[in-house]
Protein backbone atom coordinates (compact mmCIF):
# COMPACT_ATOMS: atom_id res chain seq x y z
CA UNK A 1 0.00 0.00 0.00
CA UNK A 2 2.96 2.71 1.03
CA UNK A 3 4.12 1.91 -2.70
CA UNK A 4 1.18 2.47 -4.20
CA UNK A 5 0.50 5.28 -2.33
CA UNK A 6 3.91 6.69 -3.33
CA UNK A 7 3.63 5.92 -7.06
CA UNK A 8 0.09 7.85 -6.82
CA UNK A 9 1.71 10.64 -4.90
CA UNK A 10 4.22 10.96 -6.94
CA UNK A 11 2.16 11.36 -10.28
CA UNK A 12 -0.14 13.52 -8.74
CA UNK A 13 3.04 16.14 -8.43
CA UNK A 14 3.91 15.83 -11.78
CA UNK A 15 0.83 16.51 -13.38
CA UNK A 16 0.03 19.18 -11.46
CA UNK A 17 3.14 20.88 -10.84
CA UNK A 18 5.89 19.53 -13.45
CA UNK A 19 8.31 18.10 -10.19
CA UNK A 20 9.72 14.81 -11.17
CA UNK A 21 10.73 12.56 -8.74
CA UNK A 22 12.44 8.80 -9.07
CA UNK A 23 11.95 8.66 -12.57
CA UNK A 24 14.57 6.62 -14.25
CA UNK A 25 14.67 8.72 -17.49
CA UNK A 26 14.69 11.94 -16.20
CA UNK A 27 16.52 13.84 -13.73
CA UNK A 28 14.96 14.78 -10.11
CA UNK A 29 13.39 18.51 -10.35
CA UNK A 30 12.24 20.15 -7.56
CA UNK A 31 10.66 22.68 -7.99
CA UNK A 32 9.89 26.21 -6.24
CA UNK A 33 5.98 27.24 -5.94
CA UNK A 34 4.63 28.87 -9.33
CA UNK A 35 4.16 32.54 -9.04
CA UNK A 36 0.78 34.13 -8.37
CA UNK A 37 -0.60 34.88 -11.88
CA UNK A 38 2.21 32.69 -13.85
CA UNK A 39 1.92 30.10 -16.58
CA UNK A 40 3.79 27.22 -16.22
CA UNK A 41 5.48 25.02 -19.33
CA UNK A 42 7.63 22.02 -18.45
CA UNK A 43 9.93 21.41 -21.78
CA UNK A 44 12.00 17.88 -22.48
CA UNK A 45 14.87 18.72 -25.18
CA UNK A 46 17.65 16.38 -26.41
CA UNK A 47 20.85 17.71 -24.19
CA UNK A 48 23.02 19.48 -26.59
CA UNK A 49 24.42 22.95 -27.01
CA UNK A 50 22.10 25.84 -28.17
CA UNK A 51 18.79 23.47 -27.68
CA UNK A 52 17.67 25.98 -23.85
CA UNK A 53 18.97 28.82 -26.09
CA UNK A 54 16.51 28.62 -28.57
CA UNK A 55 13.72 27.53 -26.02
CA UNK A 56 14.42 30.79 -24.42
CA UNK A 57 14.37 32.84 -27.40
CA UNK A 58 11.08 31.43 -28.01
CA UNK A 59 9.56 33.43 -24.88
CA UNK A 60 11.69 36.71 -25.63
CA UNK A 61 10.17 36.88 -29.53
CA UNK A 62 6.82 36.84 -27.91
CA UNK A 63 7.82 39.36 -25.20
CA UNK A 64 6.97 37.15 -22.47
CA UNK A 65 8.99 37.16 -19.37
CA UNK A 66 10.11 34.17 -17.75
CA UNK A 67 9.82 34.52 -14.04
CA UNK A 68 11.83 31.59 -13.23
CA UNK A 69 13.48 28.56 -14.53
CA UNK A 70 14.85 25.14 -13.66
CA UNK A 71 17.43 23.10 -15.95
CA UNK A 72 18.13 19.46 -15.29
CA UNK A 73 19.43 16.85 -17.34
CA UNK A 74 20.10 12.84 -17.35
CA UNK A 75 22.69 11.48 -19.97
CA UNK A 76 20.98 12.75 -23.59
CA UNK A 77 18.25 14.45 -22.30
CA UNK A 78 17.20 17.22 -20.46
CA UNK A 79 14.08 18.26 -18.48
CA UNK A 80 12.94 22.55 -18.04
CA UNK A 81 10.47 24.23 -16.22
CA UNK A 82 9.63 27.67 -17.21
CA UNK A 83 7.21 29.89 -14.79
CA UNK A 84 6.19 32.98 -17.62
CA UNK A 85 4.28 36.02 -16.74
CA UNK A 86 1.77 35.92 -19.00
CA UNK A 87 1.09 39.44 -19.53
CA UNK A 88 2.68 40.78 -22.98
CA UNK A 89 5.29 43.95 -22.58
CA UNK A 90 3.54 45.20 -26.35
CA UNK A 91 0.32 45.75 -27.81
CA UNK A 92 0.86 42.36 -29.57
CA UNK A 93 -1.29 39.00 -28.43
CA UNK A 94 0.14 35.94 -27.98
CA UNK A 95 -1.70 32.80 -28.32
CA UNK A 96 -0.62 29.95 -25.85
CA UNK A 97 -1.47 26.85 -28.60
CA UNK A 98 0.49 28.55 -31.12
CA UNK A 99 3.67 29.34 -29.13
CA UNK A 100 3.30 25.97 -27.45
CA UNK A 101 3.49 24.78 -30.99
CA UNK A 102 6.41 27.06 -32.42
CA UNK A 103 8.28 25.65 -29.12
CA UNK A 104 7.69 22.23 -29.98
CA UNK A 105 8.49 22.49 -32.77
CA UNK A 106 12.40 24.04 -31.86
CA UNK A 107 14.90 21.25 -33.74
CA UNK A 108 16.33 19.23 -30.40
CA UNK A 109 12.66 19.46 -28.77
CA UNK A 110 10.81 16.15 -27.92
CA UNK A 111 8.10 17.23 -26.21
CA UNK A 112 5.87 20.12 -23.62
CA UNK A 113 3.21 20.29 -21.67
CA UNK A 114 1.48 23.64 -20.21
CA UNK A 115 1.42 22.84 -16.45
CA UNK A 116 -2.08 24.45 -15.19
CA UNK A 117 -5.82 23.66 -15.75
CA UNK A 118 -6.54 20.21 -16.10
CA UNK A 119 -3.71 17.89 -14.94
CA UNK A 120 -2.45 15.47 -18.05
CA UNK A 121 -4.00 18.03 -20.17
CA UNK A 122 -2.00 20.45 -22.87
CA UNK A 123 1.00 18.07 -23.55
CA UNK A 124 2.36 18.35 -27.16
CA UNK A 125 4.99 16.07 -28.98
CA UNK A 126 7.61 16.68 -31.80
CA UNK A 127 7.99 13.30 -33.42
CA UNK A 128 10.47 13.08 -37.03
CA UNK A 129 9.26 16.62 -37.34
CA UNK A 130 5.59 16.43 -37.15
CA UNK A 131 3.39 18.52 -34.05
CA UNK A 132 1.29 16.22 -32.16
CA UNK A 133 -1.40 16.82 -29.44
Known sequence: ??????????????????????????????????????????????????????????????????????????GDIAYNVLDIDPSIKNESTVSLKELQKELTMVDGVLSSRVVFGTPGAGYARNIEGQYWV
Open 1 to 74: DAAAAMAASTIRDYLETGAVRNSVNFPNTNLPIRPEGSVRISVVNTNKPGVLAAITEMFAKANLNILQQINQSR
